[in-house]
């Protein structure tokens, strides 16, 4: 099992910035990749982001040159630096970690809230 916990959502006016963080713990030796996912109300799930251990990361367009995924694989936590926050951001952010064998693992979710 992995456990994963959030941290940093809020609210902030759009062109503001947030960071959220994710601390894994439990069996991470097989993760591959993590990531960040978000739902906004009536909506589907979507992946943001998404870094490799290889450190190859992958971005949905929309979030291209404003957000940034990092990860500290000596600490086991990813981030996302999500800058020029739009009100369209406004969504549950949940971080996410995948492993080949088990699947995939999810934290609480965190609610990002960005005024107009």
């Known amino acids: 099992q992995v456990q994963l916990v959030e941290s940093g959502g809020g609210l902030v006016q759009a062109g503001g910035s947030l960071r959220l963080s994710c601390a894994a713990s439990?069996?991470?030796?097989?993760?591959?990749?993590m990531g960040w996912y978000r739902q906004a109300p009536g909506k589907q799930r979507e992946l943001v982001a998404r870094?490799?251990?290889?450190?190859?990361?992958h971005y949905v367009d929309s979030v291209k040159g404003r957000f940034a995924i990092s990860r500290d694989n000596t600490k086991n936590t990813v981030s996302l630096q999500m800058n020029s926050l739009k009100p369209e951001d406004t969504a549950v952010y949940y971080c996410?970690?995948?492993?080949?064998?088990?699947?995939?693992?999810w934290g609480q979710g965190t609610q990002v809230t960005v005024s107009s």
């Open positions: 996410n970690a995948y492993n080949p064998t088990f699947g995939a693992y």
């Open positions: 439990g069996s991470i030796f097989r993760i591959n990749s």
């Open positions: 870094i490799f251990t290889d450190g190859i990361t």
